[in-house]
C-alpha cells in the first residue's frame, strides 16, 4: 500500500549526482512513440543531409555502413521524467556525415526528419564535435524498430525527444525551426540539467 506523501528512500549519492532535476532511474526501456511503428528495412532506409530544400548527399544503408563507427556509452533521459544509466550505442557522428559529404554547416539550424513525418530542431553546434550521432546499433544488436530502428538519431545531453527515431535525414534552416513537439509547447532547446521540458521552462 502506498500513502500519500510516501516517496520511497532518495537515491545513493553517486545516483543523484547522475540524475538531472525531476527524474527518476529505470532500468526499462519504456516505448514512447506518436503512431504506428512505420516499416522501415534497411533495403528502404536512406538518409539525406539538405541545406534547406536542396540535397547535398544521400547515403543507402550500404553506403552509410562504410562510414567511420562511432562508439557512445552514457545516460539518457527522457522529458516523461525517465531517466536509464550506462546505455552503449554505435553508428556515425554528425561530424564523420559533414565530412563524407564534403560540406561545412552552411547555417546554425538544424532540423531532423523521420520516416513518421516527426520533426525535430537541434542547434548545429549540439551536434558537431561528437555531441550527436546517427544511431544504428544499441547494446551491440541492431536497434528494434520500437526503439527507431534501424537508425535513429542520439544527442544525449538533451532530453531524448530530440534524438527522433526512424530517422532519414538532416536538413539546415535559415532559423531555428521548431519541430513537431516545439510548435505544441516543448522548449525549443530541452537541456535535462535546466528543466527546459516546455516554453517558458
Excluded at 19 to 38: A, E, K
Excluded at 129 to 143: L, N, Q, R
Excluded at 152 to 168: D, E, G, I, N, T
Aim: net charge neutral; with cysteine.
Amino acid at each position: 500500500m502506498v500513502t500519500r506523501g510516501f516517496s520511497g528512500r532518495p537515491p545513493a549519492a553517486e545516483i543523484a549526482e547522475r540524475l538531472p532535476p525531476g527524474q527518476y532511474l529505470t532500468d526499462d526501456f519504456p516505448v514512447l512513440q506518436l503512431g504506428p511503428t512505420p516499416r522501415v528495412t534497411e533495403e528502404t532506409w536512406s538518409f539525406t543531409l539538405r541545406d534547406g530544400p536542396k540535397p547535398l548527399k544521400r547515403w543507402t544503408w550500404s553506403e552509410f555502413a562504410k562510414l567511420p563507427r562511432t562508439r557512445w556509452k552514457g545516460d539518457i533521459h527522457c522529458v516523461t521524467k525517465w531517466s536509464k544509466f550506462d546505455t552503449a550505442w554505435a553508428g556515425v557522428s554528425v561530424d564523420d556525415i559533414l565530412s563524407d559529404a564534403g560540406v561545412t554547416a552552411p547555417t546554425a539550424f538544424t532540423l531532423f526528419e523521420g520516416f513518421d513525418d516527426y520533426t525535430t530542431n537541434v542547434p548545429f553546434a549540439d551536434l558537431t564535435g561528437g555531441k550527436a550521432i546517427v544511431a544504428t546499433s544499441y547494446e551491440g544488436k541492431p536497434i528494434p524498430p520500437d526503439h527507431g530502428g534501424p537508425a535513429r538519431l542520439l544527442v544525449p545531453h538533451l532530453y531524448f525527444w530530440k534524438s527522433p527515431k526512424w530517422v532519414k535525414g538532416l536538413r539546415f534552416t535559415r532559423k531555428d525551426e521548431g519541430g513537431f513537439w516545439e510548435l505544441r509547447g516543448y522548449h525549443m532547446y530541452g537541456d535535462p540539467w535546466r528543466e527546459q521540458r516546455f516554453t517558458g521552462d
